[in-house]
């Protein structure tokens, strides 16, 4: 653990902490005087975000924490106890992708996403709470995603784990609002990440096309944690951090069934046509 700024600054817990988004909201928090503890599978990329979060002259420690190991989670929880008092913030943002149509991707596929997108905010959440309660205080925000409310085609696996992120986290508001909890839900669109690097898929097309959606994208990590950050601090519900996003959840609450269902239809050619090796277009 690299030096603390103040004894009793603000703490928080970060899964998937060492890269993308995870490592961005580390810093964040750290550049606003949070003591930052990162909990990732990854040792290497760990200690290179703790030599980056030096920096900022705050408390951070790295905590080797694999989300589908509730042994990991509680032992992150007991570190945070133990040596820090507490946590006041818990980011459950460790997750994974699958792509590729209903009878492509396997059942193990499935199982594995599951396991880690929703199980792993579950653990986090019961790993957590019992501190939440003794302090009287505390925030939980589970990064789900875009997909979770509005559904393309062949990312059923993918999509159902995040909505289920967004269903969990609107249920957990209400019920831990009397405990003074408060629970946030951050949904992005594609942005520059590192999340494709474990990418499974039962089909090419779509994996190509997943990729070139991510890395052609022009929004960066760190403009997703600022939006997420400044979200958090108001105490938001849904942090949706694109206007894309927003357009298409507002979209298919109010347009008319058959109307979400074209345009949909054409999002998911227009996604195609971007994965292709000799398309030449780059869209915001």
């Avoid at 507490?86 to 980011?91: E, K, N, Q, T």
């Avoid at 760190?222 to 997420?228: D, Q, S, T, Y």
Wanted: hydrophobic share 45%.
């Amino acid at each position: 653990m690299t030096g603390s700024r103040e004894a009793d600054s603000p703490r928080v817990f970060i899964t998937g902490g060492a890269s993308g988004l995870g490592r961005a909201l580390a810093e964040r928090y750290a550049e606003a005087g949070y003591r930052v503890c990162i909990g990732d599978i990854h040792e290497e990329r760990g200690r290179e975000t703790l030599a980056a979060l030096s920096a900022h002259g705050v408390g951070a420690h790295f905590q080797h924490c694999d989300v589908t190991q509730a042994a990991d989670l509680a032992s992150a929880a007991e570190w945070l106890a133990a040596s820090w008092g507490g946590v006041d913030v818990v980011i459950n943002n460790a997750g994974v992708a699958a792509c590729g149509g209903i009878g492509e991707l396997s059942i193990a596929d499935w199982q594995w996403i599951v396991d880690i997108n929703v199980l792993g905010v579950v653990r986090g959440c019961q790993a957590f709470l019992p501190i939440f309660l003794r302090q009287g205080r505390g925030h939980f925000v589970n990064v789900a995603s875009v997909a979770g409310l509005v559904h393309p085609a062949q990312m059923s696996a993918y999509c159902a784990t995040k909505a289920a992120v967004v269903a969990i986290s609107e249920s957990l508001r209400i019920e831990l609002e009397p405990d003074r909890i408060n629970v946030s839900v951050v949904c992005p669109s594609f942005f520059r990440t590192n999340l494709t690097e474990s990418l499974r898929s039962g089909n090419d097309e779509i994996a190509r096309a997943t990729h070139a959606m991510v890395d052609r994208s022009r929004t960066t990590p760190e403009e997703i944690a600022a939006i997420v950050y400044e979200g958090v601090a108001r105490g938001d519900l849904h942090i949706v951090t694109h206007a894309d996003g927003r357009f298409a959840w507002r979209l298919k609450r109010f347009a008319p069934v058959s109307l979400y269902l074209r345009l949909m239809r054409k999002s998911t050619q227009d996604m195609l046509l971007r994965g292709k090796p000799d398309h030449r277009r780059v869209r915001p």
